[in-house]
T-cell receptor
Framework: KAGVTQTPRYLIKTRGQQVTLSCSPI?????VSWYQQTPGQGLQFLFE???????NKGNFPGRFSGRQFSNSRSEMNVSTLELGDSALYLC?????????????FGPGTRLTVL | AQRVTQPEKLLSVFKGAPVELKCNYS??????LFWYVQYSRQRLQLLLR??SRESIKGFTADLNKGETSFHLKKPFAQEEDSAMYYC????????????FGTGTQLKVEL
């Protein structure tokens, strides 16, 4: 079974631009969560999608948004990029919407904002 | 609010020595607790969860609700245990939102 895939793996953008990151979950998984990882703040939850609906949201500004498609693939978008958005963005998928489900993480997308 | 605290950034032990990675949490309800591990150049992956009461790769973790702790233990460290370990908490309100600790880098020396 193929694991969680994320594209692109690396991105370099400048302040003020916007960016879209993509995540393909494990086949059959319906829940996708996004996390931001930085040296200063560690791993922080962004949002979770299940059945194309956002079910949970972390404490991030409205510049961070996402969506999920009918095939469970998910995208997250960051608009008006700031230097502080430089981070590793991780996607995780799980079977359902149960807190004890195992989450499987992707390799991440490394975003650098100049 | 939920919070996970891992007090040690780095833990260095000798091969064969016991290992204990500390994790304390703050949550008003009954949480689900997990340990995730990230080996060098690999993805973050689940090591174990408290609800399963299992031992994975010789590691165990017991949920102590009185002390709000979920420490990870292994009696004899192996070189391949060197990795970054994250304690994580999921609330019982539904969903897979994880609150992570800041992680502990375990280094097993020969």
């Amino acid at each position: 079974k193929a694991g969680v895939t994320q594209t692109p793996r690396y991105l370099i953008k400048t302040r003020g631009q916007q960016v879209t990151l993509s995540c393909s979950p494990i086949s059959g998984h319906r829940s996708v969560s996004w996390y931001q990882q930085t040296p200063g703040q560690g791993l922080q939850f962004l949002f979770e999608y299940f059945s194309e609906t956002q079910r949970n949201k972390g404490n991030f500004p409205g510049r961070f948004s996402g969506r999920q498609f009918s095939n469970s693939r998910s995208e997250m978008n960051v608009s008006t990029l700031e230097l502080g958005d430089s981070a590793l963005y991780l996607c995780a998928s799980s079977l359902g919407f149960v807190s004890t489900d195992t989450q499987y993480f992707g390799p991440g997308t490394r975003l650098t904002v100049l | 609010a939920q919070r996970v605290t891992q007090p040690e950034k780095l833990l260095s032990v000798f091969k064969g020595a016991p290992v204990e990675l500390k994790c304390n949490y703050s949550y008003s309800g009954s949480p689900e607790l997990f340990w995730y591990v990230q080996y060098s150049r690999q993805r973050l992956q689940l090591l174990l969860r408290h609800i399963s009461r299992e031992s994975i790769k010789g590691f165990t973790a017991d949920l102590n609700k009185g002390e709000t702790s979920f420490h990870l233990k292994k009696p004899f460290a192996q070189e391949e245990d060197s990795a970054m370990y994250y304690c994580a908490l999921s609330g019982t309100g539904g969903g897979n939102k994880l609150t992570f600790g800041t992680g502990t880098q375990l280094k097993v020396e020969l």
